[in-house]
């Protein structure tokens, strides 16, 4: 079964009639952009498990984990898990492109967030 994916209406943002957007527009795009990293994988033969994405404690200060913003993802290869920041570059740079901030920027390769009142 093949699936075709519009990326360009994934990567839309939902605004008011007035033209503002809301954080909820915000956390809903994010997830869909985060739907795309996962196709991505997978089509350079990746695999993914699910790190911590929402979450009420256990990262850092202001962390966008508590904003639904950001997701950790475990990086595997032929099974292996894949731990450096240099591993997740290719995976990253195309979240980059997408309009997502990356974590390996900042030496955390396996974070991947949707930038947001000046917070990563
Ligand atoms: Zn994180």
Redesign the pocket.
Known sequence: MHMVVDVERMLRVRTTPGGKVSLTALQAKFVRMVALLIIKADELGYEFTF??AYARSG?MDK???YSRL???LNLFKDGIYKYETSEYKELGEYWESIGGAW?GRFG?G????LAYGGRK
């Open positions: 790190g911590d990262h962390s966008l984990h950001a997701i950790d974590g955390d396996n974070h991947f967030s």
